[in-house]
T-cell receptor
Framework: RKEVEQDPGPFNVPEGATVAFNCTYS??????FFWYRQDCRKEPKLLMS???SGNEDGRFTAQLNRASQYISLLIRDSKLSDSATYLC?????????????FGKGTHLIIQP | EPEVTQTPSHQVTQMGQEVILRCVPI?????FYWYRQILGQKVEFLVS????????KSEIFDDQFSVERPDGSNFTLKIRSTKLEDSAMYFC?????????????FGDGTRLSIL
C-alpha cells in the first residue's frame, strides 16, 4: 500500500509557463505536510511547508485538502532553475521524533 | 545559513565489513534522523534520535544498524556487516524544537557502495 503517491512525470514545460503537481496520501491522520525539491543525486531541500489554509511563497503556492487527502504545488512563471524532482512529504504522526514519509517524486524539466 | 554536514561523501566497502557514517547536525537542533535512498527509489526513513536515545525506527533499521551521539556535535550511523543491498545514499537530517510542522533539514549525503 503506497502511503504517498505522486505522478512521476516527467513534466516537460516551457520556461515561463505555470505547472501544477498533485499528491495524495493514504493516512487520514497525517499531521504535517511539506514539499521538498531534489536535484539529481543531491539531498532533499525544503521548498515549503503546506498549511491547511494554503500558503504562497513567491512563485510557489501549496494547497492542502484534508477531506480528499490531497496536496498540490503550483509553480508560476517557471524558470530553468526550477528543473528538479519535487517530493511530496508527509509527517504522519506530526511529532518531532517521527520520520517523514516521502513520495517518489515528480520530475520537472523546464525547457528554454 | 547553518547546515547539516556529512562525511565521507562517498564510502566504498567490501561486503561484510562495518561502516560508520558521520553527521554533524545543525547546532541548536534537538532531533536527528537517518534516511536512505536506493538509486532510483524514494527516500526512506531509518531512525530518529532524541535526548540520547532512539525515538522511532523503521522496519529497515534492523539489528545490523545502530546510531550514536558520541559527543555534543556528531551523530553516527553504523552498519555492522554490510550487504550488497545496503548500497544507497544515506542522508542525515535534523530539526529544531520538534513541534508540529517543524521541517527537517538534510545533509548532502554519503554515497555508500558495497562491493
Amino acid at each position: 500500500r503506497k502511503e504517498v503517491e505522486q505522478d512521476p512525470g516527467p513534466f516537460n514545460v516551457p520556461e515561463g509557463a505555470t505547472v501544477a503537481f498533485n499528491c495524495t496520501y493514504s493516512n487520514s491522520a497525517s499531521q504535517s505536510f511539506f514539499w521538498y525539491r531534489q536535484d539529481c543525486r543531491k539531498e532533499p531541500k525544503l521548498l515549503m511547508s503546506v498549511y491547511s489554509s494554503g500558503n504562497e511563497d513567491g512563485r510557489f503556492t501549496a494547497q492542502l485538502n484534508r477531506a480528499s487527502q490531497y496536496i498540490s504545488l503550483l509553480i508560476r512563471d517557471s524558470k530553468l532553475s526550477d528543473s528538479a524532482t519535487y517530493l511530496c512529504v508527509v509527517n504522519i504522526a506530526g511529532g518531532g521524533a517521527d520520520g517523514l514519509t516521502f513520495g517518489k517524486g515528480t520530475h520537472l524539466i523546464i525547457q528554454p | 545559513e547553518p547546515e547539516v554536514t556529512q562525511t565521507p561523501s562517498h564510502q566504498v566497502t567490501q561486503m561484510g565489513q562495518e561502516v560508520i557514517l558521520r553527521c554533524v547536525p545543525i547546532s541548536n537542533h534537538l532531533y536527528f534522523y537517518w534516511y536512505r535512498q536506493i538509486l532510483g527509489q524514494k527516500v526512506e526513513f531509518l531512525v530518529s534520535f532524541y535526548n540520547n536515545e532512539i525515538s522511532e525506527k523503521s522496519e529497515i533499521f534492523d539489528d545490523q544498524f545502530s546510531v550514536e551521539r558520541p559527543d555534543g556535535s556528531n551523530f553516527t550511523l553504523k552498519i555492522r556487516s554490510t550487504k550488497l543491498e545496503d548500497s544507497a545514499m544515506y542522508f542525515c537530517a535534523s530539526s529544531g524544537t520538534g513541534g508540529s510542522n517543524q521541517p527537517q533539514h538534510f545533509g548532502d549525503g554519503t554515497r555508500l557502495s558495497i562491493l
